[in-house]
């Protein structure tokens, strides 16, 4: 019988406690989220992400030791399978969301709603932060 070696991996939280000055709370995130110092970091192992494979090799004992054999997204991390499916979906929903000449009230209703919620998607994408919200 065929035996492979399976790395699965989860992810740990890592928190910390920390007071800053900011003008408003916006400001006071951005220094928090730029703060680099960890010193005192906290690990939470009450929230631990769920176990998931990050590579499978032929053999015993074969981590690295030949070019991984290639595995099922169902067995990759939940959250990066959402975010990975989430850029495909802004893209199918961006082209249905671009003007298409005259069209009916309900068009129109959904489309003021459609594209403020894919403007703050492809920010999501970009790794950016949310677009200011559309003037009334």
């Not at 110092?37 to 090799?57: H, L, M, P």
């Not at 981590?63 to 979906?89: G, N, W």
Request: net charge negative.
């Amino acid at each position: 019988m065929p035996r492979f070696t399976i790395e699965t991996t989860y992810r740990l939280p890592i928190y910390r406690h920390r007071t800053y000055e900011g003008q408003t709370v916006e400001a006071a995130c951005r220094l928090a989220l730029e703060d680099d110092d960890w010193s005192g970091e906290k690990q939470d192992y009450e929230t631990a992400g769920q176990t998931y494979v990050t590579g499978i090799w032929p053999g015993e004992n074969a981590a690295y030791k030949s070019e991984a054999i290639p595995v099922s997204t169902a067995f990759e991390d939940s959250l990066q399978r959402k975010a990975d499916h989430f850029e495909a979906l802004v893209a199918v929903l961006t082209e249905a969301a671009q003007p298409m000449g005259p069209s009916p009230a309900d068009f129109e209703l959904w489309l003021s709603r459609a594209q403020p919620a894919l403007a703050k998607a492809d920010a999501i994408c970009a790794g950016l932060p949310d677009p200011e919200p559309p003037s009334a």
